[in-house]
């Protein structure tokens, strides 16, 4: 991959603010023509700079009113495992769907998992029943959210 120049920077800058805009309205805000604009996201496509394009949905306004930010813990051996517990842990939050995010983290803790649910009973649900229950979890403390000051998936270009 080349360095990003000022256009590409640009360009992905008009679309993380509005992944639908035509190549036309890019160019225009950015100084290109609209067969150029496409050229260059083909481009970054190829090169993996653009992962993917999606919707983003309010949680609240499908019904899920809770987000939870959880510090994981895990064993350092789990018996009846022949793989290392981090990629038992890693497999599993794959196919969690209420875990949203999930990184690894240096410090005290393993993971940190951000998950969002409907309510109370659905997170009570998903630490005892899911979190708790996986043979690699030694130990998890929440946190919950209680408003959202900044919320952005826009990368600093």
Not at 79 to 102: I, L, S, T, Y
Request: aromatic share 6%; proline share 3%; charged share 30%.
């Amino acid at each position: 991959m080349e360095a990003l120049d000022k256009l590409d920077a640009a360009i992905l800058r008009k679309l993380q603010d509005n992944g639908r805009a035509t190549f036309d309205d890019i160019g225009q805000a950015v100084g290109l023509s609209a067969s150029a604009v496409l050229r260059r996201v083909k481009r970054l496509e190829d090169d993996h700079v653009i992962d993917r394009y999606v919707a983003l949905v309010k949680p609240e306004a499908v019904g899920l009113g809770l987000t939870a930010y959880i510090s994981v813990r895990l064993e350092k051996h789990v018996d009846g495992h022949k793989r290392n517990p981090m990629d038992v842990f890693r497999a599993a939050v794959q196919a969690w769907p209420e875990v949203v995010e999930c990184a690894a983290l240096t410090g005290e803790m393993d993971y940190l998992i951000k998950l969002t649910v409907r309510d109370m009973a659905a997170y009570s649900r998903f630490i005892m029943d899911v979190l708790l229950k996986h043979p690699s979890v030694q130990d998890c403390k929440s946190s919950f959210v209680l408003d959202r000051i900044k919320q952005t998936t826009a990368m600093p270009l």
